[in-house]
């Protein structure tokens, strides 16, 4: 089994920054993609920002340079950068991960965590 612990959110103003953490553990053998997906109310859960084993990113068009996405392998550990946070960022983020064992992958995901941005 692996668990995702979040932390990192918070309440901050428009214009400010917070960064995220999400720290994989457990029996973990490979981790292909990390992503951070958020949802807010009364909508549905959106992909914010995914990077796979090798680096390589992919964003919302909504938060693109603004938000960074970075793993540290050795950690088992993604990060979410956000800067320039706008009111519309506000939503319960949550950390997803693709975990494989040989020929079979499951996605986990954490418990997730809020953020509120003040206008």
């Known amino acids: 089994q692996v668990q995702l612990v979040e932390s990192g959110g918070g309440l901050v103003q428009a214009g400010g920054s917070l960064r995220l953490s999400c720290a994989a553990s457990?029996?973990?053998?490979?981790?292909?993609?990390m992503s951070w997906y958020r949802q807010a109310p009364g909508k549905q859960r959106e992909l914010v920002a995914r990077i796979a084993s090798v680096g390589s990113t992919n964003y919302a068009d909504s938060v693109k340079g603004r938000f960074t996405i970075s793993r540290d392998n050795a950690k088992n550990t993604v990060y979410l950068q956000m800067n320039t946070l706008k009111p519309e960022d506000t939503a319960v983020y949550y950390c997803n991960i693709n975990h494989r064992v040989f020929q079979t992958s499951r996605d986990y995901w954490g418990q997730g965590t809020q953020v509120t941005v003040s206008s």
């Open positions: 457990g029996t973990i053998f490979f981790i292909n993609t």
